[in-house]
């Protein structure tokens, strides 16, 4: 049995080098308005930005955004879950038209995959407690005594990698993780997209969080396309710039977060 | 619009792929066999012990059997710090597998002890054996040529369920794909190396113990 399951794992890595490229071809603008709709990659579980809700209904920013766009495309949307590294994949292999999951759009990832003009804007910033004592930037927290908790999958990680040598880094699996990690003193704080999760604290009333929301650095995050779909990726250019000129961009964002974004995404029309 | 694999960008995270199966390896060397020590005592007491110490095992028993090894590990993870104790992640996945492990291979060698025939028991209480050379002259000796092959599967079937650590902050083999696979979105190229990874792991599990069982107890193990 596990001569054959090796057998047959050997034969699918052999497959795979053999046939590169994928053959899966993207669905075109047309081949989309064609079918009547349209597959949306969003993450399932990253409240307000997306989750389903207790009858199993797909809520949150990217979803709203995501219906808006299918509306401007004239189809139906068909949300898929897909959890971080299932993004790429999913659009590699063709199971979905694009992402919304949270995409960071950095150069490295953009080797892979396309992306369009950003929707919103992650911006870093600080949560700790009292503990370790008074501070008034990033950088007081940069001690070789302290533990950062990070997000796996998330981009925070990389940089508290490059910009904070001293400390550990130890990394769970969600937001809500991170700050119960924090509040039941398994880790000393963390450098983070406070907008997402800042609201998590409210689970944790004894502890005497710090917070320093001066934005540290801002990335932006955008919608991703097989690469090479130019047709999609240039109509999602044209229905983002027009979604955040008329500010229903800036309006779906306070419904959902209670607040402006701490960085608002510039509309741009040069696509 | 095809999706060219870029296999030379995932083999130069080789390394750090292998570091992380060198994390893979010691948790789960560490884990199991620490959890069939004690679950030859497990299985010993559950068979000779009194009709309390039997109903206390099979109530562990049932429950690290019956419960997902992740829940286990969130309550060890999450739950123990509400009460005060907070142990690093690499132990608290430890003591999970442990816990789980001792779970299951009492299950599996409770059968061999039982089998043991009373009279050599009784040869041995006897002789004035205690509990210890009981375990070690009558019952190890018994059980191990029987158990040694569903024993050995557990084994590579814990290496795999390891993958759970990544969860809980350890940066094992599946925690480290993922954090490469995020950076660089060559998500199918590095699940690939480390689907490899596991697939040499096991293999290479599955040879040692093959020998190691024909060396010390004449079991005719195959590799495959």
């Not at chain 1, 001569?3 to 899966?24: D, E």
């Not at chain 1, 209904?57 to 495309?73: S, T």
């Not at chain 1, 700790?128 to 302290?146: E, F, H, P, Q, Y």
């Not at chain 2, 024909?214 to 590799?223: D, E, P, T, Y």
């Amino acid at each position: 049995m596990a001569k054959r399951i090796s057998l047959a794992f050997c034969a699918v890595l052999a497959a795979l080098f053999a046939v590169a490229p994928i053959q899966a071809e993207a669905r075109t603008l047309d081949e989309i308005i064609s079918d009547g709709t349209v597959r949306i990659g969003v993450h399932p579980n990253i409240p307000p930005l997306s989750y389903q809700d207790a009858s199993g209904e797909w809520q949150g920013f990217d979803v709203e955004f995501g219906r808006k766009l299918a509306e401007k495309l004239g189809a139906k949307p068909e949300f898929v879950a897909t959890e971080f590294n299932a993004r790429v994949p999913s659009l590699v292999s063709d199971l979905i038209d694009f992402s919304m999951a949270a995409l960071t759009r950095n150069s490295e990832r953009m080797k892979v995959i396309d992306f369009t003009f950003p929707v919103y804007t992650e911006n870093l910033a600080v949560l700790t407690t009292d503990k370790v004592g008074k501070i008034s930037t990033w950088k007081d927290l940069n001690r070789d005594d302290l533990t950062m908790v990070g997000c796996r999958g998330c981009y925070p990680v990389k940089w508290m990698e490059a910009n904070m040598p001293k400390v550990k880094i130890l990394i769970v699996d969600s937001g809500s993780d991170m700050v119960r990690t924090i509040a039941q003193g398994r880790a000393d704080g963390m450098v983070a997209n406070l907008e997402w999760h800042k609201r998590f604290t409210d689970n944790h009333t004894d502890v005497k969080w710090q917070i320093i929301d001066d934005v540290i650095r801002t990335a932006y995050c955008a919608i991703g396309v097989k690469k090479g779909n130019t047709s999609l990726r240039d109509f999602l250019n044209a229905a983002i710039y027009e979604l955040q000129s008329t500010d229903e961009h800036n309006a779906l964002w306070e419904k959902f977060w209670g607040a402006p974004p701490l960085a608002k995404v510039v509309p741009n029309p040069y696509w | 619009m095809d999706y060219t694999f870029q296999w030379g960008v995932a083999f130069r995270y080789l390394p750090d792929l292998l570091g992380g199966a060198w994390v893979t390896f010691h948790l789960t060397f560490i884990g199991f066999w620490t959890g069939l020590i004690i679950a030859v005592f497990l299985a010993v007491g559950q068979v000779y012990g009194g009709r309390g110490l039997q109903r206390a095992i099979s109530a562990y028993v049932v429950f690290f059997t019956n419960t997902p090894s992740l829940v286990t590990a969130f309550f060890i993870f999450y739950g123990l710090p509400e009460v005060g104790i907070i142990w690093s992640p690499y132990v608290c996945v430890l003591v999970n597998l442990i816990l789980n492990a001792a779970a299951f291979l009492t299950d599996v060698i409770r059968g061999g002890v039982a089998s043991v025939r009373q009279a050599e028991m009784e040869a041995a209480e006897t002789l004035g054996f205690s509990l210890l050379q009981k375990v070690h002259y009558v019952i190890v000796p018994h059980v191990a040529k029987v158990l040694y092959a569903p024993i050995s599967n557990l084994y590579i079937v814990f290496i795999l369920g390891s993958a759970l650590a990544a969860i809980f902050g350890v940066e094992e083999l599946t925690g480290t794909a993922f954090n490469i696979a995020s950076d660089t979105f060559r998500t199918i190229e590095i699940y690939s190396l480390a689907a490899g990874i596991y697939v040499a792991m096991t293999i290479i599990a599955s040879a040692i113990l093959a020998l190691v069982g024909h060396w010390a107890f004449r079991v005719k193990a195959k590799i495959f």
